[in-house]
């Protein structure tokens, strides 16, 4: 069982550059989310999608868009990069349990380098 | 929104000791609080969860309390192994939006 598959792992991009964070789940979940992790800053919400067609901006959602036409598919895009966006990147799902999120299960993240 | 916050930042501890995480949230209607652990290289992982109708819970080495009144909670971990030594997030919501505490690096020296 694969889970949450992110791809890429790893990717270097020169200011200005867009890109597109691929992520994949198994689980049959309903919601899906893009986090990122900077030193110090725990893990702030991007965006995220409570269902196939719909998505919703989180905590820092400028320079980001995203997208979810199939179920099992979140994707995440940078339409013009900034340094600022350099981070580790976290893709994750859940299925809603008594009105709240239940277990997120994360992928193991896509490192991106704005240069 | 809800606001965590985490302390502390770094944590070292002697194998076998305890060590103690706490977290402390502004949202009063925030009702789930989960922990979770992230491994070298890995992404988070759940430990162990609260919900608001429970004080303490506990799983073998860890537990996790909850005070409503003073919208704080903490993690516990007892006779702390190698296999401990992580990074700590604890969490808060009351929907299905989770805001993360910034992360307690827990390092177990043998």
């Known amino acids: 069982n694969a889970g949450v598959t992110q791809t890429p792992k790893f990717r270097v991009l020169k200011t200005g550059q867009s890109m597109t964070l691929l992520c994949a789940q198994d689980?049959?979940?309903?919601?899906m989310y893009w986090y990122r992790q900077d030193p110090g800053m725990g893990l702030r919400l991007i965006h995220y999608s409570v269902g196939e067609g719909t998505t919703a901006k989180g905590e820092v959602p400028d320079g980001y868009n995203v997208s979810r036409l199939k179920k099992q598919n979140f994707l995440l895009g940078l339409e013009s990069a900034a340094p600022s966006q350099t981070s580790v990147y976290f893709c994750a799902s859940t299925r809603p349990l008594a009105g709240v999120t239940g277990e997120l299960f994360f992928g193991e993240g896509s490192r991106l380098t704005v240069l | 929104g809800e606001n965590v916050e985490q302390h502390p930042s770094t944590l070292s501890v002697q194998e076998g000791d305890s060590a103690v995480i706490k977290c402390t949230y502004s949202d009063s209607a925030s009702n789930y609080f989960p922990w979770y652990k992230q491994e070298l290289g890995k992404g988070p992982q759940l430990i162990i969860d609260i919900r608001s109708n429970v004080g303490e819970k506990k799983d073998q080495r860890i537990a996790v309390t909850l005070n409503k009144t003073a919208k704080h909670f903490s993690l516990h971990i007892t006779e702390t192994q190698p296999e401990d030594s992580a990074v700590y997030f604890c969490?808060?919501?009351?929907?299905?939006?989770?805001?993360f505490g910034a992360g307690t690096t827990v390092t177990v020296r043998a």
């Open positions: 969490a808060a919501t009351n929907d299905y939006k989770l805001s």
């Open positions: 689980m049959n979940h309903e919601y």
